[in-house]
Each structure stands twice: as structure tokens, then as C-alpha cells.
């Protein structure tokens, strides 16, 4: 479990249902919308098809008026479906030339909304007039995926009879097979099933309907699945791209009766995904108390000491979880599980019930015999080298605040002592020694004091600061360290990072502070940040100050401020980042970042960027270190021999953050956007999945991407190699024609070869798309692009989803504003200036 001492709360599978969830909700909310329109404007005519009357409406309908349709988009076809109208009254306006193939602005055909609205009538008055039951709309949805939804099985026979496709797929590769087992229609998956849709269906990231009818519980779908059609059925034994197989989904949802069905099919009860999670662990990270005993009884005890990838057995599981202590109980009642049972790490079920605070579980393992002194080994980082540090669960409990938890163990009182142990308990005969809050901060101190005090003796004294030199304005950024402020340092308009007066933990704010002042103040490049001083004196008043960067982030730029840079200015900073980087790696004692990306790329008001926030950096004492510390840095841009707990790694980490940092430049999103950052990570590392290729990157570029984050460190290029390809596509001319804005298409040259290999039906260029989680919301947002209306600037902002919220989710793709980054020669910091620039001392 490294330095994190939890696993991520979802899967990449819970993550996509959940969006998958959110997308059909949006769905409804625009098919609801169509289908109660504001008639208060509608013309005589559109009237006349809302009210039904037949004889009005041939009165007024000619050939001028046929196309007429509302501000949202409805056509007369439109407006009669959702007015209930006659079977007849839409055989006459098909008659008449009305097109059954318009789409609404919120992209549905006149079949999509009778279809929603379980007309059969209609659907077959709008099927005979020639409609194409296939037709895609929102979100490439077809009337049979909307009957499939609504459970309309009398509308689904009517579209299978006049050809619909039984397998076609939706924006998320779902079927429509898929869509009533989500949904819970059980007659109309018996009738998709009997006409021959395939039961196995792939999913986007490989769910099958069995799958969904197992997470939702529902028996009997479950079973019109099993059971099949002759020949044809659903296998028990298949898994998602995750390693889930139904059991999986079964038991973390907890649903005895699909439960009993499956075992008695042929599941795999101890199978793990690609966490190592079985379905009892899902049960117990989910506090399925029930799911667990029957697990036990039925298939044995195989399960009950296996670890998964984050060292956690079944108990440790139910310790995390921390809301069912029944389940504990019952865990511990079984004669193989050991209380006090480690894992990799060496953390117990105690540890993780003092990580997540649940003082019952505590109190409950305490009583039944926990050793409070079992240790777990974590990373800890001081100065230039790293060491293990042993944590007791006191420690996990203190470090997270759970201050309940800690004075719950510091004075629990075990059956065999004498009395409850205080916080200056000598004894080691007793099976509690606490760790003294008192003793331990102080001797955390006094290691920290020396590190401070060694720092001021070796820092040059033109780096040494006082807090009184300092005026702090605005905040402009914040982390757990504390915050940084825009201000002033004897006149020059500066950074300063202000730290927190912390210092008790596994890596401690001093620790952090200590290292990055020691590399900052050995940088002298024009592309990386440039230091200015620090303040040592007091360690409430720790601070590090540097330039001020005017542009602020890269982060911000793409994807707060939603900025278009041209093709050559994101090429400029790409470059910039690359010549600091390799400085860093090419120094006497290399650097490693550790911590690189969009986040810690600052760029200047010239567009030209430099590397910044050396907080998780590190000198690189040897190529061979095997102490490196586990899982340093932002989780979407790590690279996956770092995420999976590996404690040998090199400068290549780098090299891999630094290709997902140029695609996001370049793609202008979010890595795995539709995955929180613990998901991203563990799809890179995992799954070996990466960011689908636009086609409108350059071929050179393509090449150093697929290099850069190849799963293998040893194949990945050094930053010196890349430097030339970058300067090269750089000045290439047809990179200057793509920055050109008025440039028409035709005009782009083949100096520069480009990814051209994805062409849509209607003769487009689109991103090429991947069957992964990697490529489905890029899929998401370019069908949104596609079927958005007006001019540029408004489709951009009409998005299937809102915004990027707070947990990393990018829901308005593409909503981005053109960003007219004057870097193209127009920078006084020209290469030259920049190899020669003396560093700025105070």
C-alpha cells in the first residue's frame, strides 16, 4: 500500500458505470425536455399538429412550410409524436414530404420520441413511411436502445420487425441487450434474447449484460441469460477488463439469491481481478456481512487469507470498511484468520481501521486481542536519502486526526496488564507499548532541528531570507503544504510558498521543505523556476521564494481558463519542458522530479514555460537505488513502476509523466479524464492502457508518445533524444500552417506527415478511438461535437456534460476559448539567451 495506507474508494468499473449512470439521467432529462415543449410561439400550422386536427393541417401544410420547425428544433413529425397525434395524421405528413429523418436540437428523430413514449402506433405508422429504425441520436442511442430503457416491448417488436439492428451499440458500447438488463426489463430480455442477441456482448470496458444483471440483483434476468437460447449462453466465468466476473459485481452488491444462482452455475469463487480482489474481499470492502457468510459456507476458506495488490486480507478489508462489526466478528470467528495477521507491508485490520477513523472496529479488535505494536514498513524521506520508518496503528490514527482512536489505544486496558498503559509507559513485558505523542513529536523534532540547522550552513547566504523581507498579497495556490502567495521580496514581484508548522508523520512538511530548498538552490536554468531565497529562522515562518511566473499553469490554462493554443506554441512549451528536464537529469548529481505535471509547469507572459515544484524531487544518487520511495507525486501523471509500490525506479518516471504532460498539451484534456486520478493510475499500470492518438498529431510526435510512456523504462528515450524531434516539428512548415487559423485545410502541406488513418461516414476527420475506458469519453465528446449545432464557438459550449468538477471528472469537453499565445519568435528569451542567462541573486 506504500505511502497512501488505503486503496482507492472505486474502480475504473465503478467509475464508467457511474458515468454511464449520469449519461443515461442526462439522456432522460433531454428526451423529457423534447417532449414538453413551449407551444406559446409555435405558428398556426405547428398548432394544428400539436391539437391533431387533420383537417386544419391539410388546410394550411404546402410545400413552403413542410421544413417548418420550433426554436428547439421540432419539425412537424416532432410535434405530432409528442402531441399524441394520430397514426394517420403522421402518414399524411410523411406524404407530404415532412422528413422523418430531422433531429431535434437535442439530436432525436420523430421515431426516438414516439419510441420514449411507448406509441406503438406511431412507431409503426413512422416505420412503414419508410423512418430507419436505426437511426442514431443523443449519444448514438437508436429507438431500441429507448425501448429497451422504457422496458416498451411491444415498441421493440415492432422495430426488431422492421429491421433493427439487435446488436447495435450506443456512445458506450452498449447494446440494447445491455440496456434492458441495466434497466431491469425482464420481458424484453427474454424477447432480445429469443431473437438473437448476443448474449456475451462486449461493453466498453468489457462488461457483458450478465454483468449489470448481477450488480443490480435481478434474479431473473439473471437466469434468462444463464439459461440462454438453445445453444447460446451467458458465461458465468467471463470478466470485465478489470478482472470482475459476475460474482464479483454479485457480491460487492450484495444480492444472496443471484449469489446461490451463480455458484450453483459454475462461478469461480476465488477468482481475483486485477487488484487480487476475490468476491469476498468486495464483500467485505462493502460490508456485506451475509454475502461473506455464505461465501465461507459454501465454497471454504481459500479466500479468507488472500491478499490483494494493497496488502489487504478479507479482515483488513472489513477494517477498512469499519461500519459492520459482525462482519469482523464473524471473520475472526474462523479458525485460519489471525487477528493480528500482516500483510506485505506489514499493517494489520487495526492499522486500517485507525487510517479510516472507525473507532467500534477499534475498540471491538482491541478487546479480542490486536497487537497494538505490529508495525507497518512506509517510505520515509529525509533530506537527500530515504529510510523505513516502522508506524504502529497508533501512528496511522495520529496521523490521520482520529484523536477518539488515539486516546482509545494509548489507555486501553488489556485483560493480562495491570493497568492501562499511559503515554510514558517503559515496560516492554506488557503487549502495549504506546507511542507517546509527547516523545515521539519531540524526537521527530530534534532529527528535524539538525536537518534545518545543516540547511543553514550549507545554503549560500544570498539565499537566506527573512520573513520581515517579505509582503504577501493575493493567494495563487495551495497544497498540503500550506499555501503560496504572490508578493514582493525587496522590490521584485515574487512567489512565496509559505509552509505549515508541521512536522509529526510519515513525511513531514520540515522534511519536504528541507529537500527542496537543498535542489532549488543548486538549479540555474533559464527553464526551470528560478530561486530567489528562503526563509530558515523560525518553522512557523518556513517559506521558499522564487520568480513570479505571470502565466500561471499549465493546468489552469487548459483546463480552468479552457485556453486553444496553436499547434506550435503547445510544441514551444513542450520544448521549454523538455530542455528543463533534461538539465535536471543531466546534472553532476542528477535530479528526478518525481512530481511532473500540467500542475507544476509554469509559463511566463511570453507563452514559454519552466519547471516548477520540487517538492517530491530527489538527487539521484546511483541508477541503481532500490530505496526510492513508493508512489511520490500526482497519481494521473505517474508512471505505473512507481504506482505499483516498485522501489527502484529512475529518471525514465520522468520520461513517461512527460509524454502524458505533451499529449494532454497536445489533446488539450485531462489524461483518463473520466477516471479519478487512483483509477487513471491504475488503468496505465494495470491495464497497460494509454490516451487514444489524435490524428492531428504529428507523426514524430505520435512516435515519441508511444516511446515515451512505454510500459518498459528501459525503452523510453532520454529527454536529450526528444529535444531535436520537438525543435524539429517545431519549425517544420506544415506545424506553422496547423498554428495558422485562417489557413484553409487544403493549403496544409506533407512536409510534415500527420495521422490521417480515421475518416467518420459523412467524410470528417475524428479522433481515432480506442475500445478502452481510455478512449470513452474522448467518444463522448466527440459525438457531442458532431451533433452539436451553430456556429463553432456554440458548439464548443453545447457538451453533453457541464463542466470539470471537482474530482477530476471532465464533463465539458472542448468548451475552450481560442488562446492567441504569442511564442513564435516573439519572446526576448530567445535559446541563446536562455543557455546564457546568469541565474538572479538577491
Known sequence: MGNYKSRPTYSCTDELKKKISESYALFRSKVIEDLRPKDTDWTELQQACGSGDLSVLRTLLNDENVSETTDAGLGLLHISCVSGASSSQLKFLLRKGVKWSSLTKNQFAPLHLAAYRGDVEQVEALADGGADVNQPGHSDVTSLHIAAMCGHLEVARVLVTHGAHIDVADIVKFSPLHIACYFGHEKVVEFLIQSGADINVNGSVGDRPLHLACAKGNLKITQLLVEGRGEVK???????????????????????????????????????????????????????????????????????????????????????????????KFLLDQDCVDINCQGKDGHTALHSACYHGHTRVVQFLLENGADVNMVACVSEQSGDSEKREEQTALMWAYERGHDAIVVLMKHHKRPSDDSACNDYSGSLDGSYVSVPSPLGKLRSMTKEKIDVLQLRANLPHQFHLQIVDLDFHEVIGSGSFGKVYKGTCKGRTVAVKRYRASSFGAKSDVD??????????????????????????????????????????????????????????????????????????????????????????????????????????????????????????????????????????????????????????????????????????????????????????????????????????????????????????????????????????????????????????????????????????????????????????DGRRRMPFPHLDKNGYVSDPLSTMRFPLSVRDSSPRDDQARESSPKIET
Open 234 to 328: 451467458a458465461d458465468v466465468t467471463l470478466c470485465d477488463d478489470e478482472g470482475h466476473n459476475p460474482l464479483h459485481f454479485c457480491c460487492k452488491s450484495g444480492h444472496l439469491l443471484v449469489l446461490h444462482y451463480l455458484l450453483d452455475h459454475g462461478a469461480q469463487p476465488h477468482a481475483t481481478n486485477i487488484y487480487g480482489d476475490t468476491p469476498l474481499h468486495l464483500a467485505c470492502y462493502n460490508g456485506k456481512l451475509e454475502i461473506a457468510k455464505q461465501l465461507v459456507a459454501l465454497t471454504g476458506s481459500d479466500s479468507l487469507n488472500k491478499e490483494n495488490v494493497f496488502s489487504e486480507t478479507p479482515l483488513h478489508s472489513a477494517g477498512t470498511y469499519g461500519k459492520n462489526v459482525e462482519l469482523v
Open 512 to 793: 519536504m521543505f528541507c529537500r527542496e530548498v537543498a535542489i532549488l538552490a543548486k538549479l540555474n536554468s533559464p527553464y526551470v523556476i528560478n530561486f530567489v531565497g528562503a526563509c530558515l529562522d523560525d518553522p512557523s515562518q518556513f517559506a521558499i521564494v522564487t520568480q513570479y511566473v505571470a502565466g500561471g499553469s499549465l493546468f489552469s490554462l487548459l483546463h480552468e481558463q479552457k485556453r486553444l493554443i496553436d499547434l506550435q506554441s503547445k510544441l514551444t512549451i513542450a520544448l521549454d519542458v523538455a530542455k528543463g528536464m533534461d538539465y535536471l537529469h543531466t546534472l553532476t548529481q542528477p535530479i528526478i522530479h518525481r512530481d511532473l505535471n500540467s500542475h507544476n509547469i509554469l509559463l511566463d507572459e511570453h507563452g514559454r514555460a519552466v519547471v516548477a515544484d520540487f517538492g517530491e524531487s530527489r538527487f539521484l544518487r546511483s541508477t541503481e537505488e532500490d530505496n526510492m520511495t513508493k508512489q511520490p507525486g500526482n497519481l494521473r501523471w505517474m508512471a505505473p513502476e512507481i504506482f505499483t509500490q516498485c522501489t527502484k525506479y529512475s529518471v525514465k518516471a520522468d520520461m513517461f509523466s512527460f509524454s502524458l504532460v505533451l499529449w494532454e498539451l497536445l489533446a488539450g484534456e485531462l489524461p483518463f479524464a473520466h477516471l479519478k486520478p487512483a483509477a487513471a493510475a491504475a488503468e496505465t499500470a494495470y491495464h497497460n492502457s494509454r490516451p487514444p492518438i489524435g490524428i492531428t498529431f504529428p507523426k514524430p510526435i505520435v512516435t515519441l508518445l508511444q516511446n515515451g510512456w512505454h510500459a518498459n523504462p528501459d525503452e523510453r528515450p532520454e529527454f536529450r533524444d526528444i529535444i531535436p524531434i520537438l525543435e524539429e516539428c517545431r519549425q517544420s512548415q506544415a506545424v506553422a500552417m496547423l498554428s495558422n487559423v485562417d489557413a484553409a485545410p487544403s493549403l496544409f502541406p506533407t512536409a510534415l506527415p500527420m495521422v490521417t488513418d480515421q475518416v467518420d461516414p459523412e467524410g470528417r476527420t475524428t479522433p481515432p478511438l480506442v475500445g478502452h475506458v481510455s478512449a470513452l469519453r474522448n467518444h463522448w465528446e466527440m459525438e457531442a461535437s458532431r451533433n452539436s449545432v451553430g456556429s463553432a464557438e
